[in-house]
Each structure stands twice: as C-alpha cells, then as structure tokens.
T-cell receptor
Framework: ETGVTQTPRHLVMGMTNKKSLKCEQHLGHNAMYWYKQSAKKPLELMFVYNFKEQTENNSVPSRFSPECPNSSHLFLHLHTLQPEDSALYLC???????????FGPGTRLLVL | AQKITQTQPGMFVQEKEAVTLDCTYDTSDQSYGLFWYKQPSSGEMIFLIYQGSYDEQNATEGRYSLNFQKARKSANLVISASQLGDSAMYFCAMIRGKLIFGQGTELSVKP
C-alpha cells in the first residue's frame, strides 16, 4: 500500500449533490490534513486533525464537513458546493507540527 | 506573520544542467522547518527535502540540495543534473504549527 491514498481521483458534481472525499494513510501518523489548491494559487490549509480531534478549521464554509473516525481515515463531506469550489483537494498526514507531511495524489473536483 | 515567497513563476533549464529555485521566508520564530515539494501534472505533492532552522549543514537528498542562508532568510533548492522528469511545479513551504506554502515555480527541463 502506498503511504497516503485518496478516492476518488476525479469528481464532477452539481451544486445540489452530496458527495464525500476519502483519504487513508498507512504511515502510522497521528495528524491528518485537508488542503485546497485552486488554479494559480498556493495551497490553502482547510482542516487539521490530531489523534482524531479537529485542531484547526481555517474559516472553511460549512458546505465542507470533515470527519475523522480514526487516525488512519479522513473524509471530506461536500454539500451544495459552488463552482468556485472547483479545485484539487489534497490530503496529507504527518507526525507533529514540525514534521514532514506526506500527501496523497489528490481529488480533482469540478462543480457544475 | 509567516510568509513564503517564490519570485520565479517559471524557469527553464537544459537537461543535465543544474538549476536553482529561489525561496525566501519571513518569520519571527527561532524554531521552524523548511520544505520543498514537487508537484507533477498528476497533482500529487512529493516531498523532496527538509531543513530545520537549527541544522548547521545544508540538507541534501540525492540530486537535491537546499542552500540555507538563515541570516538572509532564504532556502533555495538546487537540482543538479536536471532530468526531463524534473519538469513540474516546485513549492517551498515552512512549518511552525502548520505548513505554509509559497506560490510555486514551474520548472521546464528542455532536452
């Protein structure tokens, strides 16, 4: 198994749909992260989970709802998104706040 | 506030030559970490190299080396003997509680 996996790799959804992104890490890390990468912009941190507890929400709209059932799995539930939410969503895992983060391949999301 | 600046939106390099990608950072913290990531067109962010603020020697990982100049607050990435597969976006990042990324540099390696 590769370190951090994400599914699906590509997703097209309408503004009224509900979908979920899944991230799984096989590295034994205790921290997991969701990032958003829009075209021509730096990565934006969305959420941080440490030992399943959410430790950071970077002013993300409520139409994005994260869930971390255990230290190995992280979900991002999507509901009534807007076209401007179209982006690459990257999941990462790490050990602590000064340690290297390892990223998954990302989910390319298109909201129509 | 912490900030990462990459001033080169795009760079070209001839295959087998060395290239330097610039990165400057701004922080008032004494303890921090600096990273370089590579992002090919597939989207995955690939960790390349790490430099701790207290590390006295520049980090090296194979063909990658980090030219760390603490007083200048710069952490440039040097790629030696460029290969066609090195063509990608390169991001400099700093961690102090959370990872902050620069805008990225798009590197194109010409045959």
């Amino acid at each position: 198994e590769t370190g951090v996996t994400q599914t699906p790799r590509h997703l097209v959804m309408g503004m009224t749909n509900k979908k979920s992104l899944k991230c799984e890490q096989h590295l034994g890390h205790n921290a997991m992260y969701w990032y958003k990468q829009s075209a021509k912009k730096p990565l934006e941190l969305m959420f941080v989970y440490n030992f399943k507890e959410q430790t950071e929400n970077n002013s993300v709209p409520s139409r994005f709802s994260p869930e971390c059932p255990n230290s190995s799995h992280l979900f991002l539930h999507l509901h009534t998104l807007q076209p401007e939410d179209s982006a690459l969503y990257l999941c990462a895992s790490g050990v602590g706040d000064r340690e290297t983060q390892y990223f998954g391949p990302g989910t390319r999301l298109l909201v129509l | 506030a912490q900030k990462i600046t990459q001033t080169q939106p795009g760079m070209f390099v001839q295959e087998k030559e060395a290239v330097t990608l610039d990165c400057t950072y701004d922080t008032s913290d004494q303890s921090y970490g600096l990273f370089w990531y590579k992002q090919p067109s597939s989207g995955e962010m690939i960790f390349l190299i790490y430099q701790g603020s207290y590390d006295e020697q520049n980090a090296t990982e194979g063909r990658y080396s980090l030219n760390f100049q603490k007083a200048r607050k710069s952490a440039n990435l040097v790629i030696s003997a460029s290969q066609l597969g090195d063509s990608a976006m390169y991001f400099c990042a700093m961690i102090r509680g959370k990872l902050i990324f620069g805008q990225g540099t798009e590197l194109s390696v010409k045959p």
